[in-house]
C-alpha cells in the first residue's frame, strides 16, 4: 500500500496562503502527483513533482522531498474557488499510474 | 471535444441486477482506467488497460469485468449488484511517457443499488 497521510480539513481565507502537507510511504518511487477534485466532479491534474524541491505553477506550488516522504502542495492569494479537495498521489509502485488517499478538503471563506 | 467520456452519468438500479458503464477517451492515450469513489471519497484504482489489454487488477470481486474493445474504449460490467458497490465510478486515460502518467479523468457515474 501507499501509506498516505494528509490532513482531512483545512479551512483558510480569501486571498490568505494555505499548505497542504502530505506524508507517505511507497515502493519503486516514481515522482507524486497533487490533482484537485471540486465537490461532484472528476479529479483535474495539477502537478507532478520526479525530483526533490519546489515546482511553480501560477497561484500553486508542489514540494517534494523524497528522502522524508514529504510534500505538501502550496496555494497563494486564495480565492473562493478553490474549495474543493487535494489529492497527494504518490504512484502505484514501480509505476508512473497515480494511486490516491482521500485528499485534503479545503474550505475557503470570505 | 470531450476528451474522456462516460455514460450514463447517473445509475440507479435494484440489488442483484446486472449493469454496465461506457467509457471512451479521444486522446489517443495508450492506457485507460477504471477508479471507484466511496462515500469517503476514497479514489481507488480498480483496473488498467494497456492498448486492450489488462495490466493492473486490484483487489476488486470478479463480478466487476473490464471489457475493452479497442484502445479508446473500456467498458465495465457489473453482474448481481450489491449494495456495497454505491458509488461513483470514473473511468481515465492517460499515455505515459516514461516520465509521467498524467490521468484524465471522465465526468464519473453515480451508482445507487437500492
Known amino acids: 500500500g501507499q501509506n498516505i497521510d494528509q490532513p482531512t480539513e483545512m479551512t483558510a481565507t480569501e486571498g490568505a496562503i494555505v499548505q497542504i502537507n502530505c506524508t507517505y510511504q511507497?515502493?519503486?518511487?516514481?515522482?507524486l502527483f497533487w490533482y484537485q477534485q471540486h465537490a461532484g466532479e472528476a479529479p483535474t491534474f495539477l502537478s507532478y513533482?520526479?525530483?526533490?524541491g519546489l515546482e511553480e505553477k501560477g497561484r500553486f506550488s508542489s514540494f517534494l522531498s523524497r528522502s522524508k516522504g514529504y510534500s505538501y502542495l502550496l496555494l497563494k492569494e486564495l480565492q473562493m474557488k478553490d474549495s474543493a479537495s487535494y489529492l497527494c498521489?504518490?504512484?502505484?509502485?514501480?509505476?508512473?499510474?497515480?494511486?490516491f488517499g482521500r485528499g485534503t478538503s479545503l474550505i475557503v471563506h470570505p | 471535444d470531450t476528451a474522456v467520456s462516460q455514460t450514463p452519468k447517473y445509475l440507479v438500479t435494484q440489488m442483484g441486477n446486472d449493469k454496465s458503464i461506457k467509457c471512451e477517451q479521444n486522446?489517443?492515450?495508450?492506457?485507460m482506467y477504471w477508479y471507484k469513489q466511496d462515500s469517503k471519497k476514497f479514489l481507488k484504482i480498480m483496473f488498467s488497460?494497456?492498448?486492450?489489454?489488462?495490466?493492473i487488477n486490484e483487489t476488486v470481486p470478479n463480478r466487476f469485468s473490464p471489457k475493452s474493445p479497442d484502445k479508446a474504449h473500456l467498458n465495465l460490467h457489473i453482474n448481481s449488484l450489491e449494495l456495497g458497490d454505491s458509488a461513483v465510478y470514473f473511468c481515465?486515460?492517460?499515455?505515459?511517457?516514461?516520465?509521467?502518467?498524467?490521468?484524465?479523468f471522465g465526468p464519473g457515474t453515480r451508482l445507487t443499488v437500492l
Open positions: 481515465a486515460s492517460s499515455q505515459a511517457n516514461g516520465v509521467t502518467d498524467t490521468q484524465y
Open positions: 511507497t515502493s519503486g518511487f516514481n515522482g
Open positions: 513533482n520526479v525530483l526533490d
Open positions: 498521489a504518490p504512484p502505484l509502485g514501480g509505476s508512473y499510474i497515480p494511486t
Open positions: 486522446l489517443g492515450h495508450d492506457t
Open positions: 488497460y494497456n492498448n486492450k489489454e489488462l495490466i
